[in-house]
């Protein structure tokens, strides 16, 4: 769901912004999503996503910083995971996180948009 909002996001990017603005997917479960894995996942969204997979340790250092909730469902190979977006300064400095609410009748693609422009000038 996430990456589709953030797909339809970057449609609506002007290209200064757009050039201004890395996006990135990354995985919390590397066992399963190799990058073959990622690369046809990847097509159903836009290009300018990239799909990033790495060493489990690393995933995990991911997950502890960001404080994303993952944990494997007992005898399945899905995993449940909490579902937000953040906007990182190219500094590598949080600066906000996005929940879609999909209870509002808001676009929650406009609302990241009018954030990201907040910060990217």
Do not use: C, W
């Not at 991911?62 to 909730?69: E, F, I, Q, S, T």
């Not at 909490?82 to 808001?106: C, Q, R």
Request: hydrophobic share 35%; charged share 30%; aromatic share 8%.
């Amino acid at each position: 769901m996430n990456l589709g909002i953030i797909s339809e996001t970057l449609a609506k990017l002007d290209e200064k912004t757009d050039n201004k603005l890395q996006t990135f997917f990354i995985t919390v479960d590397p066992e399963r999503d190799n990058t073959e894995r990622l690369k046809e996942f990847q097509q159903q969204f836009d290009h300018r996503i990239q799909m990033l997979t790495g060493e489990r340790q690393k995933i995990d250092e991911v997950v502890a910083k960001y404080k994303v909730y993952a944990s494997k469902v007992d005898g399945e190979e899905e995993i449940n995971h909490s579902s937000m977006i953040y906007l990182i300064s190219p500094e590598g400095k949080y600066v906000t996180h996005f929940v879609a609410d999909l209870n509002s009748d808001e676009s929650q693609s406009d609302k990241i948009l009018a954030e990201i422009k907040k910060y990217v000038s």
